[in-house]
């Protein structure tokens, strides 16, 4: 870096980015949609086996659905 951390403060630029990054809000999106599959899926079965394959072969549709660029029937 050409300036030491102590004097960032003195430029625009790096107050404006700052001002940007503080306000951009932090969000754990692989864990909340591991918490949307479970919600979404957790009355189609009742035997633990069997939902966890369920929700193995949701995910790896949505997988596949993710690649194509859009949300449309694998066919």
């Known amino acids: 870096m050409q300036?030491?951390?102590s004097h960032?403060?003195?430029f625009e630029d790096?107050?404006?980015l700052r001002d940007i990054i503080n306000g951009m809000e932090v969000v754990n999106d692989s864990a909340e949609r591991g918490?949307?599959?479970i919600t979404d899926f957790r009355n189609v079965v009742h035997?633990?086996?069997q939902q966890q394959f369920l929700l193995?072969?949701?995910e790896n549709h949505?997988?596949?659905v993710s690649l194509n660029g859009r949300k449309e029937q694998l066919g």
């Open 3 to 5: 300036f030491e951390s």
């Open 8 to 10: 960032w403060e003195k």
């Open 47 to 49: 035997n633990e086996e």
């Open 14 to 16: 790096y107050r404006f």
């Open 56 to 58: 193995q072969v949701v």
């Open 35 to 37: 918490v949307k599959l």
């Open 62 to 64: 949505r997988q596949q």
